[in-house]
């Protein structure tokens, strides 16, 4: 689950334009609430995973995202009282109340649901696909010593990862056999922090060494060195703007309205079918151009 340069269109895009397009999924996820909107949202962003060529690996988030997500369905019918279509009664449940299971509990816990997968897989999507340290260089001229401790940090993670296996491999090569249950996953786990310790302190004496410490901002400027727009920044910006657009337009308007109390109101019309394709279109179009995406 860690960035890996892949022949797509995302991945040849810079950093900063899909990083813009990742938050214009975020906003609206978070912007819009009509289920068959999210519904297409989602479908999108499972495309645009497949399209950038990390759709085997979302597939775990994706599993994730559902472990999440049932939780949030089940609390929220179990908690609301609000909503008239009952369609359960577990009776009197002492300082909680009555319990009476709603069917508008059940579709708003849906919905909340469906959000936070989204928001999950955008994240997971924007981690897969967007080079992290080009990422992190933009913010080098804000604070360098920032952006050296986050680089730092997010090259460590598979550092960490790479040692968990080697070890976890050890264990199994042991004559007597790896332990199993909870005493053998702690051993791993100090084993591995151990020694990320170990090799943070020897990173600190490394750039100690050679001088991180007293270094300051540089006033060069670099702008020769600054590469022109290619055509998958521009597609990708053009479709981070067309994104957050349509989210927008079906915020303000009745295209994508939706009330889940005191009774589901959900309107289904040629504007909002309109607006679930506008949305797939403009989410998958970018990756309609495979010109230039070699590494």
């Known amino acids: 689950m860690f960035y890996r340069r892949l022949a797509s269109p995302l991945h040849a895009a810079r950093a900063s334009v899909g990083a813009l397009w990742a938050l214009s999924l975020t906003a609206a996820s978070l912007i819009l609430y009509h289920p068959l909107v999210l519904l297409a949202l989602l479908l999108g ?5 497949w399209g950038a060529g990390v759709g085997p690996r979302l597939t775990r988030s994706l599993r994730m995202a559902v472990i ?3 939780p949030i369905v089940l609390v929220n019918v179990l908690v609301s009282r609000d909503g008239l279509t009952v369609f359960a009664r577990l009776g009197d449940l002492g300082p909680f109340g009555q319990g009476n299971l709603t069917l508008e ?10 959000k936070v997968t989204l928001l999950i897989l955008v994240t997971a999507l924007a981690g897969l ?4 340290d080009e990422l992190l260089r933009i913010f080098r001229r804000l604070s360098f ?19 968990s296996q080697r070890l976890a491999e050890a264990q199994r090569t042991r004559p007597g056999g790896a332990r199993g249950g909870a005493r053998a996953r702690v051993a791993l786990l100090s084993a591995v922090v151990a020694g990320s310790l170990d090799r943070a302190m020897d990173v600190a004496a490394t750039l100690e060494v050679r001088g991180f410490a007293a270094t300051r901002r540089s006033t060069r400027r670099h702008g020769s060195l600054r590469r022109p727009l290619s055509r998958h920044d521009i597609a990708f910006a053009a479709s981070a703007v067309a994104i957050l657009t349509l989210a927008l337009i079906g915020r303000l308007t009745n295209v994508a309205s939706f009330e889940a109390y ?17 949305l797939l279109a403009a989410v998958l179009l970018p990756f309609c151009d495979r010109r230039g995406i070699e590494p």
């Open 68 to 70: 999440v997500a049932l």
């Open 45 to 49: 962003v499972l495309g645009a995973a």
């Open 262 to 278: 005191p009774q589901v109101d959900l309107p289904l019309n040629f504007g909002t079918l309109a607006l679930c394709v506008a």
């Open 129 to 132: 696909a967007i080079d992290p």
């Open 145 to 163: 010593r920032s952006a050296l401790t986050a680089t730092l940090a997010t090259r460590m993670l598979p550092l960490l990862s790479a040692d």
């Open 105 to 114: 509990a059940l579709v708003y816990g849906g919905v909340i649901a469906l």
